[in-house]
């Protein structure tokens, strides 16, 4: 008996090794991710088991309202704040399993991350070129390599002109610019962008959009920008809505060309499937419906219908 149970154990464990892993190639890698919050004796859960993938070099906008827990899922990824529970990956960082000494070398070396308050992100005594080598010096970088890293990383902001220049006598979107330079400068895998347009105006918001583009198109840094803006969304070609804690719906934008060879951003919408198969209604279609508390499924050849919970009518008895 002792060796069937063994021989079958051991055939388990082959199978599942042979599974393909949950996001094998994503550079971001969150399956059913959980954060829980103890306040006093009340526990507030901020992430109940998001699922989320990022490919590497991908620009993404993550959007959602005040508590849906998309600040939490920044800290994560950040290396800010440990999970409760499940698995969270970048760059082939396990994010639960790290030792401090590891921790702080993944946001060092492979997190970059830009502010939305402008003086967080920068030094005012420093030079826009002193606040990218700063970064590097921290690093040990040499320092002929670090100020050509530094006006590289400027010009592609394109503040090659203003190298020389404190914060004070920028721009807030040039010193965003320069912010985002800054975050680039250890080369790291993952750029993170916590509302980086929430005080500019629109058409510098457009500009700071265009220099994540090209971060993200020239030097192959994946790109995740959180805002609570869904008008910024609309800058990337893939926005992640959470809810509640969790991936609630994706929105694909991309561009068709028409009958008479215009160009046009077509956006389709797409509800979020999690690994344990759940699934966010959303919320103008579930108030449009009164659907409540639970709904009836039938299963068709090529969709599935949900309707409301109530009594079935007969066509024929009309009852």
Same mark, same amino acid.
């Given at each position: 008996?002792?060796?069937?149970?063994?021989?079958?154990?051991?055939?388990?464990?082959?199978?599942?090794?042979?599974?393909?892993?949950?996001?094998?190639?994503?550079?971001?890698?969150?399956?059913? %991710?959980?954060?829980?919050?103890?306040?006093?004796?009340?526990?507030?859960?901020?992430?109940?088991?998001?699922?989320?993938?990022?490919?590497?070099?991908?620009?993404?906008?993550?959007?959602?309202?005040?508590?849906?827990?998309?600040?939490?899922?920044?800290?994560?990824?950040?290396?800010?704040?440990?999970?409760?529970?499940?698995?969270?990956?970048?760059? $082939?960082?396990?994010?639960?399993?790290?030792?401090?000494?590891?921790?702080?070398?993944?946001?060092?070396?492979?997190?970059?991350?830009?502010?939305?308050?402008?003086?967080?992100? %920068?030094?005012?005594?420093?030079?826009?070129?002193?606040?990218?080598?700063?970064?590097?010096?921290?690093? $040990?970088?040499?320092?002929? %390599?670090?100020?050509?890293?530094?006006?590289?990383?400027?010009?592609?902001?394109?503040?090659?002109?203003?190298?020389?220049?404190?914060?004070?006598?920028?721009? $807030?979107?040039?010193?965003?610019?320069?912010?985002?330079?800054?975050?680039?400068?250890?080369?790291?895998?993952?750029?993170?962008?916590?509302?980086?347009?929430?005080?500019?105006?629109?058409?510098?918001?457009?500009?700071?959009?265009?220099?994540?583009?090209?971060?993200?198109?020239?030097?192959?840094?994946?790109?995740?920008?959180?805002?609570?803006?869904?008008?910024?969304?609309?800058?990337?070609?893939?926005?992640?809505?959470?809810?509640?804690?969790?991936?609630?719906?994706?929105?694909?934008?991309?561009?068709?060309?028409?009958?008479?060879?215009?160009?046009?951003?077509?956006?389709?919408?797409?509800?979020?499937?999690?690994?344990?198969?759940?699934?966010?209604?959303?919320?103008?279609?579930?108030?449009?419906?009164?659907?409540?508390?639970?709904?009836?499924?039938?299963?068709?050849?090529?969709?599935?219908?949900?309707?409301?919970?109530?009594?079935?009518?007969?066509?024929?008895?009309?009852?």
């Amino acid at each position: 008996m002792t060796d069937t149970l063994d021989f079958r154990s051991m055939a388990e464990r082959a199978a599942r090794a042979e599974r393909p892993q949950f996001g094998g190639g994503s550079q971001i890698i969150c399956d059913n %991710l959980v954060k829980i919050y103890k306040i006093a004796d009340l526990e507030v859960v901020a992430l109940q088991g998001l699922d989320l993938l990022v490919a590497p070099g991908e620009l993404i906008a993550i959007v959602g309202a005040s508590g849906s827990g998309k600040s939490t899922l920044l800290n994560i990824l950040g290396g800010l704040d440990v999970p409760s529970a499940g698995r969270a990956i970048v760059a $082939g960082y396990d994010l639960l399993n790290m030792d401090q000494q590891e921790r702080t070398r993944y946001r060092r070396q492979v997190i970059g991350f830009v502010w939305q308050q402008t003086a967080r992100n %920068l030094l005012p005594y420093l030079n826009a070129r002193e606040n990218v080598e700063l970064p590097m010096i921290l690093d $040990g970088m040499p320092s002929g %390599l670090r100020r050509e890293r530094a006006l590289e990383l400027l010009t592609l902001v394109g503040l090659a002109d203003r190298t020389d220049h404190r914060p004070d006598r920028l721009s $807030g979107g040039e010193q965003q610019r320069v912010a985002i330079a800054v975050a680039l400068a250890n080369a790291p895998a993952v750029l993170l962008a916590d509302e980086p347009t929430g005080e500019l105006d629109t058409a510098t918001s457009t500009q700071i959009f265009e220099v994540l583009r090209s971060a993200s198109s020239q030097l192959g840094v994946t790109v995740v920008v959180v805002t609570h803006d869904p008008l910024v969304s609309t800058q990337v070609n893939r926005t992640i809505a959470i809810r509640d804690g969790r991936t609630s719906s994706e929105t694909l934008r991309r561009i068709a060309v028409g009958d008479e060879g215009e160009h046009e951003v077509i956006a389709e919408e797409y509800a979020v499937l999690d690994r344990a198969g759940r699934l966010q209604l959303p919320r103008d279609y579930v108030d449009a419906l009164e659907l409540e508390r639970r709904v009836r499924l039938e299963l068709e050849a090529d969709h599935i219908g949900v309707w409301p919970d109530q009594p079935r009518t007969d066509p024929e008895s009309g009852s």
